[in-house]
């Protein structure tokens, strides 16, 4: 009897255990019911994000109209600094002829070497007729000496004065490039906190309702742990998803640029060839959830993959083109899904390649949000060179 009871609690223990081994771990319970929440969350942050969209549209066109009011200073401004110029340089061109001519009334009125060249030139006269003519000669040549050398000061002042001016009306115009600058960054930083917020809140909207329906097509309870049901039903299916029986390099050869820095920061890892359109292939066995693209059209694929009873997803963006695949379709490390390229909010022909414990799209289970938290280093599963740069030559 005892060793009937011994039995029967092994049975059990035993079954216990590999009820617990085919429920995946990814995380703490999700229901419906949290789905249905989010919706709701979703629906509200849509509405404060259409508001503050409203507000950056009309403050981007006030910033617009005042670049464009500026540009008209600065083109203002370098017309009179054109016109300066130009004054200046004639003013100049006058000094050097009243210089020129200074020079020429001294070299008269010097005639002698001595100091006393008008008291020589008076005292020379015949008469005193001659001496009167000759003193009025000698004034009238003083004064207009006088005459010159002011007007030469004035002209040298009058130069002075301008350059100041220009000087001025330069510093102004250097003043309002750099406020234009200013508001150049402005925009440039108000796009890229949009930019930074996609996917929009209407598609993280619509994939959640994706997911909902998902869900309850599957036949999940309202309170039930959808992680565990997905699991569940899938493995008890004709579309069950085997465990991986290993990673590889979605690439034949390659190299990293950049890597995996996780929640606000890179949440994937960057990989690229000289071949901009090399053959990218899954980093494992595992089914396609998802074929999109995402809101600046870069053409992307997610697929799920069963890691010992725990689905982990690989995201694979940027391609340039697809493969022969579909949603559903079972694929292996052999199944070509697309081609490496340089689509959507890119700069340069790359694979970004993300690995998460859950997808933000249909069948994944979980938001936008959740799913910047629970990406995961690629390099955990997948062999890549520690150095970027460093190439590799086989999958």
Not at 254 to 280: E, P, R
Not at 296 to 302: E, M, N
Not at 312 to 329: D, R
Not at 335 to 347: A, D, L, P, W
Request: glycine share 6%; proline share 2%; net charge negative.
């Amino acid at each position: 009897m005892k060793k009937k009871i011994l039995n029967k609690i092994c049975v059990t223990i035993t079954t216990a255990i590999f009820v617990i081994s085919i429920i995946p771990i990814n995380v703490s319970a999700k229901t419906i019911k949290d789905f249905e929440n989010e919706i709701n969350e979703f629906t509200s942050q849509l509405e404060e994000k259409e508001k503050q969209i409203a507000t950056n549209d009309a403050e981007v066109e006030k910033i617009k109209n005042r670049i464009k009011e500026i540009e008209g200073q600065i083109q203002t401004l370098e017309e009179e600094s054109a016109t300066l110029q130009a004054e200046i340089d004639e003013s100049n061109n006058e000094i050097a002829e009243k210089s020129e001519q200074s020079k020429s009334l001294f070299q008269y009125l010097q005639v002698s070497e001595g100091e006393n060249a008008y008291l020589e030139y008076i005292f020379g006269a015949t008469d005193i007729t001659d001496m009167v003519y000759r003193m009025a000669i000698v004034e009238q040549l003083t004064e207009y000496n006088d005459q010159i050398m002011d007007e030469l000061t004035a002209l040298i002042e009058e130069n002075q004065k301008r350059k100041d001016e220009l000087a001025s009306k330069q510093e102004e115009l250097n003043q309002l490039t750099k406020e234009l600058e200013t508001e150049k960054e402005r925009i440039n930083a108000e796009s890229s906190a949009i930019r930074d917020s996609m996917p929009s809140i209407e598609q993280q909207l619509k994939e959640a309702k994706s997911n909902l329906t998902y869900y309850k097509n599957l036949g999940c309870g309202t309170n039930e742990d959808i992680y565990a049901c997905q699991y569940r039903v899938e493995q008890n299916s004709s579309t069950s998803i085997p465990s991986v029986s290993g990673f590889s390099r979605p690439m034949a050869s390659g190299y990293v640029t950049q890597n995996w820095s996780g929640y606000g920061g890179h949440l994937g890892i960057d990989l690229s060839n000289t071949n901009k359109t090399i053959a990218i292939y899954p980093i494992a066995e595992g089914v396609i959830t998802r074929i999109y693209h995402d809101e600046y059209d870069a053409l992307c694929v997610a697929i799920r993959h069963n890691v010992g009873g725990r689905y982990i997803y690989s995201t694979y963006a940027h391609l340039s083109s697809y493969g022969n695949i579909y949603e559903g379709q079972y694929v292996t490390t052999n199944t070509h899904i697309g081609n490496m390229g340089n689509t959507g909010y890119s700069f340069g022909a790359h694979l970004h390649l993300e690995v998460a414990t859950c997808h933000w799209t249909s069948g994944g289970g979980c938001s936008w949000g959740e799913y910047q938290k629970r990406t995961i280093n690629p390099r955990q599963y997948v062999g890549f060179p520690s150095s970027l740069r460093t190439w590799w030559y086989n999958k």
